[in-house]
Nanobody
Framework: QVQLVESGGGLVQAGNSLRLSCAAS????????MGWFRQAPGKEREFVAI????????YYRDSVKGRFTISRDNAKRTLYLQMGSLKPEDTAVYYC????????????????WGRGTQVTISS
């Protein structure tokens, strides 16, 4: 059974950094595009960043461009999200996502979801 397990969330002050990780098991990790999504209280889940299987194609939502970096280590079957210059509006539960395709876009359906990790940014 495919499992995506996020880690690295926490409470930090605005302006600081966090790195999220997502460990994948029972997944042909190097064949799947991967992504990070987030959901703030009372809001819909939104995409944050998507990375292709090779790492060569990456998409970010506008509000995180220049502050967040998505990356992956296929040998370790792990996805990362380096978050910098954090703002209170980045507060949300962050979810790891796996796609059935090697490249994915914003409208590509997600195949598997992780359970999420809470990120809270204080002002």
């Amino acid at each position: 059974q495919v499992q995506l397990v996020e880690s690295g969330g926490g409470l930090v002050q605005a302006g600081n950094s966090l790195r999220l990780s997502c460990a994948a098991s029972d997944l042909t990790f190097n064949r799947n595009a991967m992504g990070w999504f987030r959901q703030a209280p009372g809001k819909e889940r939104e995409f944050v960043a998507i990375i292709s299987w090779s790492g060569r194609t990456i998409y970010y939502r506008d509000s995180v461009k220049g502050r967040f970096t998505i990356s992956r280590d296929n040998a370790k079957r792990t996805l990362y999200l380096q978050m910098g210059s954090l703002k209170p509006e980045d507060t949300a539960v962050y979810y790891c996502a796996a796609y059935s395709t090697t490249i994915a876009g914003v409208s590509t359906p997600v195949l598997y979801w992780g359970r999420g990790t809470q990120v809270t940014i204080s002002s």
